[in-house]
């Protein structure tokens, strides 16, 4: 896929920028409007996010692929002069960027579907139908 680092060992990988974008610019957009205490923080943050998104759905340790790097990721997230509001800061602020830099309509999509699926096999589900809903 176009824009996208050599596999690493992880299946479940995502693009890293949508198509036409910077492919390594994306994570600074993400961690600028972030507030850290220092520069060494934020540079950390970056690596992670880029770590954790290179692989979504995995948890820290499948995201950051050894224990040195996931040693980090602890140590940055217990960190006391990190905070979950600073983190987010960031996050809340890129979207409001890109929705007023937008010249038009802009769809927020949300999707909860979720399946559990108890069973010793995977056998005998068979095919599952879609539902059009008006």
């Known amino acids: 896929m176009k824009n996208q680092k050599p596999d690493r060992g992880g299946s479940n990988r995502a ?12 994570a600074d957009e993400e961690a600028r409007a972030s507030t850290f205490a220092d ?7 970056r690596r992670l996010l880029g ?8 948890g820290i340790p499948h995201a950051c692929q050894d224990w040195a790097a996931v040693k980090a ?3 940055f997230l217990f960190n006391p002069k990190v905070s979950g509001a ?11 960027a890109r929705f007023q830099a937008a010249s038009g309509t802009v769809l927020i999509l949300h999707d ?21 809903m008006d």
């Open 73 to 75: 990721a602890y140590r």
């Open 86 to 96: 600073g983190i987010l800061a960031g996050h809340f602020e890129a979207p409001r």
């Open 15 to 26: 693009p890293l920028r949508p198509e036409g974008g910077d492919p390594d610019g994306w």
């Open 112 to 132: 909860t579907t979720e399946f559990v699926f108890q069973r010793e096999s995977a056998a005998g589900f068979g095919l599952l139908t879609s539902v059009l």
């Open 39 to 45: 520069e060494r923080l934020r540079k950390r943050f």
């Open 51 to 58: 770590e954790v998104h290179d692989r979504i759905g995995g």
